[in-house]
């Protein structure tokens, strides 16, 4: 019998297949951990599906970075993510009655200016001294990171950042609750940050 610590070494190698099982290993144990933890105010906005869901996505593209501790780890990893994706989406649903408009990128008049607007917000800036060529260099930079998300995690980025759709509306074309819009609008926005770089080595701006 192949052991555990065998398996999640060879999905940390990436191995989709043998990562795939182990998740579906340990789905009843999450589910029972998230089991009460969504607030009653919440319930009609997002569902224990929903935190599921992403906490999945998530392993698929940290597994690389997990460290075994023995038993019980794994499901403290994922018991952790969960935790995190909830909390995003409750902070943001909770802005939705206190809303502050630096926390949304709506997209401007003109299209292509919403990935300027998408890569400001991010926290990167360009180095080019023209609107126009920052706009091509935002743009550019911006695809290239997009197609390295998941497809969920695109297409939230797709219709809210960049077509400046509202949130019922991009939960309505994704057959998702506004919370795992929400959700899944935040760990993209991590992940691109990632992918754009790091605070410290994020394109520096020229005098």
Known sequence: MVEVAELIERAKRGDRDVLGMLLRAQLPQLRTFLSGRIA???R????????????????????????????GSLLGWLQRIADN??????????AVKRPDPRRQVRAPA???????????????????????????????KLREALEKLPEDYR????????????????AAAMQRSVG??????????????????????????TA
């Open 40 to 42: 009653p105010a919440w």
């Open 44 to 71: 009609s906005l997002l569902e224990e599906d929903d935190i599921i869901q992403v906490t999945c996505l998530e392993a698929f593209l940290y597994i690389d970075q997990f460290k075994s501790r023995g038993t």
């Open 85 to 94: 994706s909830l909390r995003d989406a409750i902070e943001w649903l909770s």
């Open 110 to 140: 003109i299209p292509q200016d919403s990935y300027v607007a998408l890569f400001e917000y991010l926290g990167a800036v360009s180095t080019t001294p023209s609107r126009e060529a920052a706009r091509h260099e935002a743009e550019e």
């Open 155 to 170: 297409r939230v980025v797709a219709l809210y950042d960049l077509d400046g759709r509202g949130v019922e509306d991009v």
């Open 180 to 205: 795992a819009v929400y959700m899944m609008r935040a760990r993209a926005h991590d992940r691109l940050r990632e992918l754009l770089g790091t605070a410290s080595r994020l394109i520096s701006t």
